[in-house]
């Protein structure tokens, strides 16, 4: 694949984050496994040059479970990233995690049906290759620097983020039922969100860091009492808290290690392994 512009930080999230950016490219990119969600859209923060991906294409017409996550992690890589920062909007499972929160998980329950979730599926790509049968680590998935650096730079901007906590991946789109939160919630969850997975295990398949930044925007259906949550109402927190996630995102971008510093478990997640097919 030919590509003359090159990033090396991703940010998997909408127009809200770079609109503004004075000198913005956008980069069509095609993977083994089809079109990522959109054009990559790349600019430059703090001397970082940064490549911003749409998650849900724009005018948001992709829902959660038809998100081809192995393209976009994929097309982000293809063009020099390997630090990946994906905000996304969740829910709250206990009342103190209101909207507005912003939590730094460290841990991933998966709870989706149908997706595509790794590269190593023995199936041919269409050049011929062959993936091996090969198996990563996922007892941390989140990139221990990237969480550091995200933290620091939420209290930068008077934002206290929760430091940890578990989130819960459900398949969507439809919200969850009382008892099914309520479930997430026993079992010590902290926040739910429907496409934090296979983000994660698909950047680490691809020894690319993944740092997860969850905004609270509703009480999930059994943390509260109310009708349940409503897509306006998570449109609405989300709108409102955009330009200071936008500020915590440059400046964790500004503050990431080089890509060549990295010394962190997930610049060598495969290991010895040989997936059979060269890492985009
Ligand atoms: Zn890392």
Known sequence: MVNTVSAEIGVIGGSGFYSFLDDVTE???DTPYGPPSDS????????????????????????????????NLWALRSVGVRQVLGPCAVGGLRPEYGPGTLLVPDQLVDRTKSRAGTYFDGLPLPDGTVPQV???SLADPYCPSGRAVALKAARGRDWEAVDGGTLVVIEGPRFSTRAESRWHAAQGWSVVGMTGHPEASLARELELCYTSL???TDL????E?????????????????????????FDAVAALPATD????????????QDPGFALP
């Open 27 to 29: 980069v069509a990119v």
């Open 40 to 71: 990559l859209f790349v600019g430059e923060i703090a001397g970082r040059r940064v490549a911003f991906l749409p998650r849900h294409g724009r005018g948001h017409h992709l829902p959660p479970h038809r998100i081809n996550y192995r393209a």
């Open 134 to 136: 090969v198996h990563v």
């Open 214 to 216: 969850t905004l609270v």
């Open 220 to 223: 999930d259906a059994g943390a």
């Open 225 to 249: 009492t109310g009708e349940g949550v409503s897509h306006e109402e998570v449109l609405q927190v989300f709108g409102a808290n955009v330009d200071r996630l936008r500020d915590v995102l």
């Open 261 to 272: 510093a990295r010394t962190c478990l997930c610049a060598g997640a495969l290991g010895a």
